[in-house]
């Protein structure tokens, strides 16, 4: 412990040199941007289109500063003409023995500021959150990591970050509020670095918040979230300009309101997994045997954590999982227990939210799995993570958009999500195009979704945050040398959101109708027994039919002809 509180003094005395660099603009910090000599400072939005009228004091390791031709002292009064994002004040001072030309601008977005150097461990370091509302921020002692996969290796240039708040005496966790969201001591800087547009994940996420229906146990807890809030910010790494990044919530058990485990009893309670990456397992269509206590073939264990209680339990997502893989051969295994194990209603929108989205790095991965309390209910429910790659974004900067995130793609990469069968089966489909339908006409309706996008790049634009982050990171190896403008990426998306909304309504969300024939009856005699079984079987041995024939051998409907074909035709015949 003596040695984590030497370091966390270096690291505050490394901050404190910063602070002696930073103006004090009308009770605002304004930190000093060391790769273009700017200082940043943010004010409330109403300050802007106005003369600002304020102080402006500073330390003594700043000397001879003069703000658009006038000499300052420290505390002496000043007026800002009309400021605006992005507009400059000319600044000239001397910073020790260093003459510094450069300039003071403002924005209404908070302002973050990192100082330490951060891999993928955690270390300690200081963060300072400047809001625009509050007073002068002090720095606060955390330890910090760089996250993510793709993002998160060498050569990568705009990283994430997961910061997790101590006390200065003892490093125990310590929590802090911030954008009046919630009071914890866990935040993550979202960078968006593959993403042209820089507030998909943000923007996407908060749709999923208002249109998503609750968790199934929220009537009791009506503060459970299936979703993280955050709140865009700029960013400042040891006193270098970072960037737009999505400061938000992770997704936890306070955010999902589940029941703590019990220490004393050492008895399971709330447990919450993450499905990280495509596997047969997190598909459950062929589950793997399990052999870790953290990890299993792309999930792992979020809640409880194993590095404090050394314990772990599989054996409720377990059983879902298995379940999902049995009922694919069992029409009425699926309608009759389906809600058991999950819950139906969030997984419902949780379709209809990626499909419309076309999210593909959210099909089957990048989803938590929650049970509120397994010794209440087995049922589990879901929230999204992630949700950079969607309305058109590829994989990578280097790979060209073409036919896969074409807004008329089909859905030939949405059918591993778990469960995903029921969509063929008329009843639910209908159930979830009626859904569909409803959202339409309020946070889906083409307008809206448009404008909630548009709305989020605007305020970045006018701000000036927008032309910061295409100045910073535009050519950058991260985009693949591409230039980045996101006025001309969100043209890009309206069109992408109008065509991908008009192709859904006409060729996906549309409401199946009862056969022609008598479902079940293969043979076309009028009667649904054996004989059909039969006819079944020698079509999947190669025999020939008519199109009429193969047409109602997919019993299932389906798609294919197969052994779940059989198993829906004896469900039939036994009634």
Known sequence: MRKQLILAMAIVLTAATSVAQTLNIGGHRAPLDTLNHMWLCSVPQSLFGQDFATTVS?????NDLVIEGVAIHSGDSITFDSIAGGKPYVLTAMLGDSLITGSITFTWLPIVELFGEFKKSYTYGDVIVNEPDSAYAEPLLAKVKTRGIATNVSGKHKRNYRIKFVNEEDSTKENHRFFGLRNDNCWILDAGQMDFLRVRNRVSTDLWL????????????PNARNGSRGQMVEVMLNGEYRGIYNMCEPIDRKQMKLKRYDEENREFHGELWMAYTWSRTVTMSDPAKRSSKVFWDGFELKYPDYDEIHRANWTTLENAVWFAKRADESLSLRTDSMGYYFDVPVMQDYFIFITALQALDNESKNIFYACHDIADHPRLTMAPWDLDICLGQSYSPKVARDEKVAPERQLDWVFH??????????????????????????????????NRYRSAIENLEE??????????????????????????????????????MAYLDENVFVEMTEPEYKLGDVNGDGEVNIADVNTIIDIILGGS?????????????????????INRELDLIMG
């Open 545 to 565: 039919a008519d199109e009429g024939t193969m047409k109602r051998a997919d019993v299932n409907q389906d798609g294919e002809i197969n052994i779940a074909d």
């Open 210 to 221: 208002d249109m998503a229906r609750r968790p199934w146990y929220s009537d009791t807890l």
């Open 58 to 62: 500073f330390g003594d390791e700043l």
């Open 417 to 450: 999500l778990p469960m995903i069968t029921m969509w063929h089966t008329m009843d639910y489909h209908n159930e979830v195009v009626y859904r569909y339908r409803e959202l339409r006409e309020t946070v889906l309706n083409t307008d809206s979704l448009v």
């Open 463 to 500: 701000c000036g945050a927008a032309a910061r982050e295409e100045g910073r990171w535009s050519e950058d190896s991260d985009l693949a040398g591409k230039t980045l403008d996101l006025s001309e990426e969100m043209d890009y998306v309206e069109d992408w959101i109008r065509r991908r």
